[in-house]
């Protein structure tokens, strides 16, 4: 009897401190696993199994409140990263969109300089009466425009012979096949491949300049350059 009443006094002792502890420092789930403990272990082994038993119930009680404590930090943190994932999601969809609209817009810019550049080569090249090279100084300079063209890739030489229209028919449309085949071969020797460049012989088909004309008749003994670039669509070269 004496023991039981023995043990009883330890139990409210400790149990009255354990609870003075807990309203000071301790944390509720430690507390409770305190109590916890301390009941089943005086009801195990006696006043030892009590003291042992509180100790025990403290530490789950710790271990409890530290898990809880990291799964809320856990929760947390996956929130801050969601949020952080969500707004590098949206700006990677701006990014894209933007990217978008630059590319467009540099493709309209390339297609749009691509077609001043073919503008701006349009040109034409002038012949002697009867003849089919041009002067070295011509061809040289033609030859500097040929490399130019060269580097475009895709682009395509237009290559039109005319002659005036003095002479028979036949011999203005075989004098001015040989001015452009000779304007031809300027372009191949600066190194523009032979199947880009189109070549027609129009003769005198579009000649209007009378015999007297001089200046007009110059102007009739040529070659017109065109070109044409991967982005102008199909051009059928004429053949009258």
């Known amino acids: 009897m004496r023991k039981q009443l023995l043990v009883a006094a330890i139990a409210a002792a400790i149990a009255t401190t354990g609870w ?29 199994g009590f003291v042992l ?19 809320i930090e856990a929760e ?8 952080e994932a969500d ?24 297609t749009r300089h691509a077609r001043m550049l073919e503008e701006a080569l349009e040109v034409e090249v002038y012949f002697r009466t009867a003849k089919s090279e041009l ?54 020797d600066a190194g523009v491949p032979a199947e880009r460049i189109a070549v027609t012989a129009e003769g005198e088909n579009q000649a209007v300049a009378e015999p007297n004309d001089v200046d007009g008749l110059a102007l009739e003994r040529r070659v017109s350059i065109s070109i044409m670039g991967p982005d102008s669509g199909p051009r059928v070269a004429r053949k009258d």
Request: negative net charge; hydrophobic residues 45%.
């Open 20 to 48: 003075t502890a807990e309203k000071n420092r301790a944390p509720k789930h430690e507390a409770i696993g305190l109590g916890t403990g301390a009941v089943i272990g005086a009801a195990a082994a006696g006043p030892v």
């Open 87 to 110: 707004a590098l999601e949206a700006l990677l969809a701006r990014n894209e969109q933007e990217l978008g609209r630059l590319v467009a817009q540099l493709e309209t810019e390339r």
């Open 135 to 188: 002067d070295p100084g011509a061809a040289e300079r033609l030859a500097r425009i040929a490399e130019l063209i060269g580097a475009m890739d895709g682009a395509v030489v237009m290559l039109e012979g005319h002659a005036d229209s003095r002479g028979d028919a036949a011999y203005n449309e075989a004098l001015s096949a040989a001015r452009a085949e000779h304007v031809r071969q300027i372009f191949i």
């Open 53 to 71: 038993g509180g100790a025990f119930g403290g530490w789950v009680g710790d271990r409890f409140e530290r898990e809880r404590a990291q799964r």
């Open 76 to 83: 947390e943190r996956y929130a801050e990263l969601r949020t």
